[in-house]
Nanobody, 122 residues
Framework: QVQLVESGGGLVQPGGSLRLSCAASGSIFRIYAMGWYRQAPGKQRELVAIITSGGNTNYADSVKGRFTISRDNAKNTVYLQMNSLKPEDTAVYFC????????????????WGQGTQVTVSS
């Protein structure tokens, strides 16, 4: 099994910054991708950013130029640096990891964090 521990959410003023962290642990064989999703009230969950094992990244158009996703492979940790935050960034942010386990090393599954609240308000 894979466990994800998130941190870094909170309340920030417009224009401010936050950094989210997500550390994966458990019977991990290989991580193929790590990313962040968010869900605002009344909206569907959307992909914010993702980084693959090869280092390729993808961002939602709404966060390009403001957010940066990065990883520390040695720590199985993914980060989301959020700058120039806007009220519309307010949402619950979820960490997601695509990984195979030691039990099923050739079969990847998706694992989710518990979610962390990010509120941008003056």
């Amino acid at each position: 099994q894979v466990q994800l521990v998130e941190s870094g959410g909170g309340l920030v003023q417009p224009g401010g910054s936050l950094r989210l962290s997500c550390a994966a642990s458990g019977s991990i064989f290989r991580i193929y991708a790590m990313g962040w999703y968010r869900q605002a009230p009344g909206k569907q969950r959307e992909l914010v950013a993702i980084i693959t094992s090869g280092g390729n990244t993808n961002y939602a158009d709404s966060v390009k130029g403001r957010f940066t996703i990065s990883r520390d492979n040695a720590k199985n940790t993914v980060y989301l640096q959020m700058n120039s935050l806007k009220p519309e960034d307010t949402a619950v942010y979820f960490c997601n990891v695509a990984a195979s386990t030691r039990v099923t090393p050739t079969s990847a599954g998706n694992y989710w964090g518990q979610g962390t609240q990010v509120t941008v308000s003056s």
